[in-house]
C-alpha cells in the first residue's frame, strides 16, 4: 500500500480520487502497489463523499507523517499552493501538479528545491490538460532541438472563438454561451485575456529553452476585441482566427507571446476546434508534431496528474521531469518588436488601395472582405516593418493579425 | 564515451547517424556523454561517408565488442533482422529498432528475451515514424485504460486518397504520382494492401490490450478498390475516406483490422491529409488524443531511434518499455463478424428506394451522390446485419464502408 495525499479537492483534486478509483487495479498493476489516498487537505468538508473520512485542515498532518509518500497539488492559485508545495518537498515528498500558475511562476526554483531533496516535481496537467505534452517534450522529442512551440492552450477561448466563426456570434454572445455551457467562468478574464494560455506557454518555452519567462511580462493579448469582421477575413483568407501562445529562438534569445492568429488552413491546428487543445512542435529532425485532445476537465486532466503519479510511485522517474531550468533576464529574453512573421493586414478602401497595399507588403495578392474592405497577407515581417509599409503609402490598417504558417 | 552499432545504413539507418551528428551536443548533455557510432552494419561499402570507416560485414565483429552497450537495428524486414536482435539481446546488448515487421511478429519473444538478459528493446520509430506515441502510450496514458486507437498509420496511402480527394483522381493515377514523387515504391504492395498498416497496428493493440496478433491474421482490407465514388459518397456525407487501422475490445477480446474507412469532418483524423500520419487514442479517463505528424521519412524516423537511444543511454530507460506481451489465441482474439459499427451504405436506384434502405437501416436520412445513386449512414451494426438489412428489403449495396465516429 503506497500512500498519497490530495491537496484541494475541487474539480481536478475529485477528479484525481475519481481515476485513482475507477482504475486502481491497472494504475496498482502498474505502480507495483495499491494506490491510497490517506489525506485529502481542503478548508471544507466533504460528509457525502466516500473519501470524507481522509478530509485534514492542517497540512502539517501530511508533512509529518512519514507514510505519505506523494502529494498531489491541485488547490490552484500561487498561496499558499506555492508554500505547501516547497514544504512537501523539503518533507522529502514527491510533488505532482496541475496548478500552471505556481508552475510558471516558482518553476525554476521547485524544481531545484526538488533535486536539493531528491524527489520529483512533475506537472504534465499543468499544460494541455490530460494531452500527453510535457513527458513527450522531454522523452520523445528528446533528439531534437526545439525551433518553435505553437499551441492553443486555453479551450474557453477556442470554444468561444469556434462559435463565432461557425455561427457568426460577437465576443459577447458566444461569452454567454460559454458559461451557460460551464466552458467559461463567471469571471472569465484570466481565460478571454490571454493570462492563462501565457502561464502556460512560458512552461512549455521553459521546457523548449531551459528559460522560464515571467508570464505576467510576456506580450499578451486576448480574444476580446475579436470581431465578426476577424471572422470574416479569415473566411476569405482561407483558415481561423485562434489564440495562439507561440515561441521561439530570436538570435539565441527566448521569444514567447500570446496573440490572436489568422491560423491558414493547411496548418493542423486551424482544426483544432471548439474547447479542444493543440500543441504543434516543430522540431530539427522530427518536423512538427501536433498534440490534440482534451485541455480542460476534471477526468482529462486527472488522468494526466495521475500518469505522473504512476511515473514516480512505480520508480521509473527520473531527473528527466526535473530540468534545471534558469530564471529569465535580459540576456535571454528577446525583444517582441525583433518577431518575424506573415501578417494579415486589412484596410478600408478601394482596390486601388488594396493593390498598394499588396506591393507595400510584398504580398502575392489581394482579397476583397467585403464592398470596401479587403485584405493581404504580407512577406514575413516584424510589427513595426508592415505598420510603416502601410504608412509609407499612405494607408491605414484596420485590422492587423499575425499569421501562424 | 559510449559505443553503439548501427545495423543497416539504409534510408533510416544513415538518417540515425545524421541526427546524432547534426545534435551530438545536446544528445551527449541528455545522455551524460557523447554517444559514438563504432560499427555500422551492411553488406555495402560506404567509401564516400565520414563514417565509412565504421562499416563492417559481419555481426559477431560487434557482438564481440564489449564497448558496444547498444545496438541500432534499421536492417529491415524479418531475417536476418529478427536473428542479429536476438544475439544482441543474448549479448547483454540494449537494442532499439524501426522494423515493425520484426517487432509485429516477434515482439513477445524479443520482449521476454530483453527482460531476461535485463536490457530494453525499444521501438518507438516502429509505429507513426517520428510521431510520439509509443511512449505516450505507456507512460502518460497509464492512468487510463484504453478503449480504441484508431490510425492513419501509412503515409503512402494517405498521400494517394488525399490525391483522389483533393484531384478526383483515379486509384492508378495517384499511384503513380506517389511513386514519381518516391512516396511509394515501385512495388506499393505492402503499402496499398494494407500489410504495413497492420503491423502497426498489432503494434498498438498489444501496448493496448497485451496481446500480440498475428498481423498476417488479422482482416486487412488496402485501398486498390477506392474509386471516385468512394471520393464523392464521403464528400456528400461530409468527411474523407482513410484506411484505418483500428483495434478495440469486443467482449473482453481483441479486434484489430485494416480498412477503408468513411470519416467524418468532426472526427480530428479526417484532417490528416497528405503523407502525414495520425493516431487517435480513445481513454477512459483521457477521452480523445490525437498524436500527429511525420510518419515516415529518413530524419523523422531517425529522431524517434534516437530518442529510444537518449532514453535507454540516460540510464532513465526502464522496463516501462518492456512489457510482457502474450501471443494471441482463439480466447484472447475477437470474431471480426462480431464488430459492430455505423456504417455507410450506396445503392443504385431511385429515392424511394433510399428511403426503404434509410428504414431498413435505422438511419436519419439519405443523400443523393448523383442521379440515380443514394447513400445512407447506418445505425451501429455489425457487417452481416448491414448485409442482411439491405438484402431484406431487396436492394443491393454497390459499396460499404464502415463510419469511424
Redesign the interface.
Known amino acids: 500500500m503506497i500512500q498519497i495525499a490530495i491537496l484541494g479537492f475541487g474539480v481536478v483534486g475529485s477528479g484525481t480520487a475519481e ?1 485513482l478509483t ?2 486502481c487495479k ?2 496498482a498493476e ?1 505502480c507495483g502497489d495499491e494506490v491510497c489516498v490517506k489525506y485529502i487537505l481542503d478548508l471544507r468538508e466533504f460528509p457525502d463523499h466516500p473519501l470524507g473520512d481522509r478530509v485534514v485542515h492542517d497540512i502539517n498532518i501530511i508533512l509529518n507523517d512519514p507514510e505519505v509518500v506523494l502529494v498531489a497539488e491541485m488547490m490552484g492559485g500561487a498561496h499558499p499552493a506555492y508554500d505547501f508545495t516547497c514544504a512537501a518537498l523539503r518533507a522529502g515528498k514527491h510533488v505532482v501538479t496541475s496548478n500552471k500558475e505556481v508552475v510558471a511562476t516558482f518553476g525554476v526554483e521547485l524544481l531545484e528545491l526538488a533535486r536539493q531533496n531528491s524527489v520529483s516535481y512533475f506537472f ?1 496537467a499543468s499544460v494541455g490538460g ?3 505534452i510535457i ?2 517534450m522531454q ?7 526545439i525551433l518553435s512551440v505553437s499551441g492553443i492552450l486555453n479551450g474557453t477561448t477556442n470554444f468561444i472563438l469556434t462559435k463565432m466563426k461557425d455561427e457568426g456570434a460577437e465576443f459577447a454572445d458566444a461569452l454567454k454561451e460559454a458559461q451557460k455551457n460551464g466552458y467559461a467562468e463567471a469571471n472569465p478574464a484570466a481565460d478571454v485575456e490571454g493570462l492563462d494560455a501565457a502561464r502556460k506557454i512560458v512552461i512549455l518555452a521553459a521546457l523548449a529553452y531551459g528559460i522560464l519567462l515571467d508570464p505576467n511580462k510576456i506580450s499578451t493579448e486576448g480574444i476580446t476585441k475579436i470581431t465578426s469582421l476577424h471572422t470574416a477575413v479569415a473566411e476569405k483568407l482561407g483558415g481561423a482566427v485562434k489564440l495562439i501562445g507561440h515561441t521561439e529562438l530570436i538570435d539565441g534569445k527566448v521569444f514567447a507571446h500570446v496573440s490572436p492568429y489568422l491560423v491558414p488552413a493547411q496548418n ?1 491546428i486551424s ?2 476546434d471548439g474547447v ?1 487543445n493543440g500543441i504543434l512542435v516543430d ?12 485541455g480542460a ?1 476534471k ?2 486532466t ?3 496528474v ?2 505522473d ?3 514516480i510511485l ?3 522517474a ?3 521531469m526535473s530540468p534545471a531550468w534558469e530564471t529569465a533576464d535580459a540576456a535571454s529574453v528577446a525583444d517582441a518588436a525583433d518577431y518575424v512573421c506573415r501578417r494579415a493586414v486589412v484596410i478600408n478602401g478601394c482596390s486601388g488601395c488594396a493593390e498598394k497595399l499588396q506591393h507595400a507588403l510584398g504580398a502575392d495578392g489581394y482579397v476583397c472582405v467585403k464592398d470596401g474592405t479587403y485584405a493581404v497577407v504580407s512577406r514575413p515581417l516584424t510589427a513595426d516593418a508592415a505598420a510603416n509599409a502601410v504608412a509609407a503609402v499612405g494607408l491605414q490598417a484596420v485590422l492587423t493579425l499575425p499569421v501562424l504558417d
Not at 522523452?139 to 532541438?145: E, G, V
Not at 522540431?283 to 482534451?294: E, I, V
Open positions: 481515476v475507477e482504475n491497472l494504475i502498474r504534465e490530460g494531452i500527453p513527458r513527450p522523452t520523445d522529442l528528446a533528439s531534437n532541438k493542423p482544426h483544432v479542444f522540431a530539427n529532425m522530427l518536423g512538427r508534431a501536433l498534440f490534440y485532445g482534451a476537465g477526468l482529462p486527472a488522468s494526466a495521475v500518469a503519479i504512476i511515473d512505480s520508480n521509473r527520473s531527473d528527466r
